[in-house]
């Protein structure tokens, strides 16, 4: 087991109930962290489309051994969300580590997204970190140190041409409303990091090279990734540049829009298993 980087700090990871949020929670914990935890789903439904929880989540977590809490909330609902920061630290105290993770994807045409679901993307993707990193950065100024990962897309992309490649599949669909909501969310990373530079904050964005494996991405694009493995990279390679980023010196990695795989060569870091362990590819 590799020595624990996070023992003392106190983490919340957004979209924590399955997939990507999950395995970020469950990583964090197992670096010593507190992890607080939030999404829509508090129990598994024997019908839900997806399996996963925020129940399974926090048993993942006090498998480590550290304190964890769950918050149910909606972070589409600006009311809502706004219960979740305060929530936690009452729980757990300050939050040194924010993960946003939490995000929609609409997997239909451009030309036929409702402007409702439009709507929907933005506060999910883009009106939801905002309102949460201002609600941490306070406690982050007072206590002179924090962390925030904004969790980002390849589709923030521009896509090269004329001519324009028709894109692969019903991955192209997510290429508009859901691209344009993680690019802004890029840009309001870099805008925040110059704003914090020198209050000892490190706010960085961070993607995978293209897809990562979850039941979530199986069930809506699985023909995809499996017809083009190449653009398929696992989970555990992901959530450890997310660790890399909640540990990094906010003097010198801040202001980042990363992906995944070349930043961990940056670094020259192993990957780890989620528990903590060594890892099985």
Known sequence: ????????????????????????AQR??????????????????????????????????????VPTVAIVADLADADDRARIVPAVEAELG??????NNAAAAMYMPNTEISLKRRRLTFELNLHAPIDLAQAVLQGMRTRGEGWIVNISS??????TGPPFD???????????????????????TTALAAELYGDNIAVNSLAPVAA????????????????????VEPLELFVEAVVALATC??????????????????????IRALDGGPFQS
Request: net charge neutral; aromatic share 2%.
């Open 212 to 231: 990562v494996r979850t039941p979530g991405a199986d069930l809506l694009v699985g023909d995809v990734m499996d017809a083009n493995p190449n653009i």
């Open 154 to 159: 390849a589709t923030s992309k521009h896509p």
């Open 94 to 99: 300050p939050i040194d580590v924010l993960v």
């Open 28 to 65: 964090l914990a197992a670096e010593g962290a507190a992890v607080g935890i939030t999404a829509r789903t508090l129990t598994s439904a024997p019908d839900a489309p997806l399996a996963g929880s925020l129940e399974e989540t926090l048993e993942l977590i006090r498998a480590a051994g």
């Open 1 to 24: 087991m590799m020595p624990s980087s996070l023992t003392g700090r106190v983490a919340l990871v957004t979209g924590a109930s399955r997939g990507i949020g999950a395995g970020i």
């Open 249 to 270: 010196d906010p003097a010198t990695t801040t202001g980042r829009i990363l992906s995944s795989r070349p930043f961990l060569t940056e670094l020259g870091r192993e």
């Open 166 to 188: 028709p894109g692969v599949g019903k991955l192209g669909f997510t290429t508009g409303t859901y691209g344009a909501s993680k690019a802004a969310l890029e840009r309001f």
